[in-house]
């Protein structure tokens, strides 16, 4: 049987194409910004001798701490916006890519909250 549907009229009602583009650029920002905060951070921690001390003399720098904080906002950003696509791609059923996402977000939300809470308390001394 033949279709005469237009192709518009065929894919219109298959999903939502508003918020792609966004999502995409999103996780290519953190992208980039993931580069120089891995690499100072990385540099300037592996000159440190390694002990306690040093190490925690070092995080309670200002400029530490506010790297390490911008360092795990935008690293666990990044990661939701990744589990999301994967989790929205191979995840067949509606219920259990829900829940998923629900999931993947609260981990990454909590694991960061902690990971800045940290660098805080550190930070501060206490």
């Given at each position: 049987m033949t279709n005469l549907r237009s192709p518009l009229?065929?894919?219109?009602?298959?999903g939502s194409a508003k918020d792609g583009t966004t999502?995409?650029?999103?996780?290519?920002?953190?992208a980039l910004l993931l580069i120089p905060l891995v690499l100072l951070i990385g540099f300037s921690l592996a000159a440190l001798p390694v002990d306690h001390a040093t190490l925690t003399g070092w995080i309670q720098q200002t400029w530490?701490?506010?790297?390490?904080?911008?360092?795990?906002?935008?690293?666990?950003?990044h990661a939701q916006l990744g589990l999301q696509v994967i989790i929205e791609d191979y995840v067949a059923s509606h219920g259990r890519r829900t829940a998923l996402l629900l999931v993947s977000n609260l981990a990454c939300l909590l694991v960061g909250t902690i990971g800045v809470f940290s660098v805080l308390k550190i930070s501060f001394g206490a």
């Open positions: 009229a065929r894919v219109k009602g298959l999502h995409f650029w999103r996780q290519r920002l953190t530490v701490t506010i790297a390490l904080i911008l360092l795990i906002i935008v690293t666990f950003y």
